[in-house]
């Protein structure tokens, strides 16, 4: 079932936005301030019609060359009252952006310095993910947003501060991340078997915790287990449970996952591991009735649960119909998607290592910052996070990040030599085959259909060298994953 399709036939907002054919346009994030660290995640978008805006200092001009580019947070189809940039450095009229076919083209017309994904130059054009720095003062990052955002069936009342965490562990403003909470509310509010993809590090259980909270089934405690923790020998007693001293003697007797689950949710993390046969054997208990039989036991049980399941495999890994038994999908979006929410999350994961390690607050966070609300980091740092190319997505950004904190040698986290090595804007590895000279939008697009977006088989088939030709491919024709 896709996950605009719901069971009681109301159609989610973001389905109706999309149906609408409503475009995304270029839009420019600040990722890090050094006057204004608390406006990190503000956006502004770019008129569709081409037209000139001037980033500048304060406010606007009798003499501007056009239009001010205003920033503000935006969230829930609202867009804040955008204030005055501040920046001791940045002139009054530093640069001209303008819309350009769905990038951004930039000219520096103020004193400030100003470097493109690294690289000093007066004028270039922006593509989603590059990231634009004027000298010690602001670093913005380019990406596709929708004209707004639709409103969510995220409860109001689970959400805090702009750019904080939610009170479900969730962090972000950008549009993925309002999908993903709207994704999360409507699945929430069903009470089917879930299975919930992507890659290792993206936050599955993050996502399987907010479902179980925000559902019918919250007063009771979510059961949760890796399924690649259980041995092979003992799977059917670990899901089933058993009778005691059976099959073995002085076993205890046990409930199993399922009998714990009874009335609440399980939550079965790396399904992708639990060999076939044993996927079989968990048909049954998965069709209404929940019907099972612990080892041991004559009688049948029954159990009302409901099953989320989480997995880095493809779906074509696992049986077929026990995948198919899981109606409802929830894809976790990776880092490489959501690049505007990584300043969100560096301070996010800044804040947790301090409120853990009181020298770390002392050394990167302002003193009297009792709130530890803005960490003291070097842009460029932020530039090259913003900009990598993650496999391991949060825990990969949560080690880069300590590896910071280890080799800063002041109270600035610093981008090291050490951090340097780990930091790469053209990974290599996973190799399938030589670049081709030219690999065109409509053959992207087709390529990704035929395998259901899975960009790790696409740019095999397209025999590209690695999956990230392909990530800058489609960020070149402006497609998501």
Not at 390 to 410: C, G, K, N, Q, V
């Amino acid at each position: 079932m896709s996950r605009d399709q719901t069971l009681t036939g109301v159609e989610s907002p973001w389905a109706s936005q999309s149906s609408r054919g409503v475009a995304d346009v270029p839009a420019l994030v600040i990722a890090w301030s050094a006057e204004q660290p608390e406006r990190v995640g503000e956006v502004a978008l770019l008129p569709a019609d081409a037209s000139p805006r001037v980033i500048g200092r304060g406010p606007v001009l009798p003499d501007d060359p056009a239009p001010r580019l205003y920033f503000s947070a935006t969230r829930l189809g609202e867009s804040g009252a955008g204030t005055d940039l501040l920046g001791a450095q940045i002139s009054r009229r530093q640069a001209l952006v303008c819309n350009a076919n769905g990038r951004i083209a930039v000219e520096r017309i103020g004193a400030c310095p100003m470097s493109i994904d690294g690289v000093p130059t007066d004028g270039a054009t922006l593509s989603p993910g590059s990231v634009l720095t004027l000298k010690d003062q602001l670093v913005l990052c380019c990406v596709l947003r929708p004209p707004t955002l639709p409103p969510t069936s995220f409860p109001a009342t689970m959400l805090g501060p702009f750019g904080a965490s939610d009170r479900l562990g969730i962090v972000g403003e950008g549009s993925s991340a309002w999908k993903l909470r709207d994704s999360i509310a409507f699945i929430a509010r069903t009470d089917g078997h879930v299975l919930i993809l992507g890659e290792s590090g993206v936050g599955k259980e993050v996502a399987a915790r907010a479902i179980h909270a925000l559902s019918s089934r919250a007063r009771a405690a979510l059961v949760a287990r890796s399924a690649a923790t259980i041995p092979d020998t003992l799977v059917d007693a670990e899901l089933f449970g058993n009778v005691g001293n059976y099959p073995n003697p002085g076993m205890r007797d046990r409930p199993g996952l399922i009998g714990e689950a009874d009335g609440a949710t399980l939550f079965l993390d790396e399904i992708g591991e639990l060999p076939q046969p044993m996927q079989a054997r968990l048909l049954r208990v998965l069709d209404s009735g929940g019907e099972y039989t612990r080892l041991g036991e004559a009688r049948n049980r029954r159990a009302d649960f409901r099953l989320l399941a989480a997995t880095n495999r493809g779906i074509d890994e696992m049986k077929q119909d026990f995948a198919a038994r899981l109606k409802l999908r929830l894809t976790i979006p990776g880092l490489n998607e959501r690049r505007d929410d990584i300043p969100l999350l560096i301070r996010h994961l800044l804040q947790r290592a301090a409120a853990g390690n009181p020298q770390v607050a002392a050394r990167f966070f302002v003193p009297g910052d009792l709130a530890l609300e803005n960490p003291r980091i070097a842009p460029v740092l932020v530039e090259r996070l913003v900009r990598h190319t993650y496999r391991l997505h949060m825990r990969e950004l949560d080690s880069l990040l300590w590896r910071a904190i280890l080799t800063s040698p002041e109270d600035f986290l610093s981008l090291t030599p050490d951090v340097e090595q780990e930091l790469s804007t053209e990974p290599d590895g996973d190799d399938f085959g030589p670049d081709p000279v030219d690999v065109g939008e409509a053959a992207v697009r087709a390529s990704l259909d035929r395998h259901a977006g899975n960009v790790t088989r696409a740019a095999r088939e397209l025999g590209l060298k690695n999956r990230y030709v392909l990530y800058r491919l489609m960020s070149k024709y402006g497609l998501r994953e």
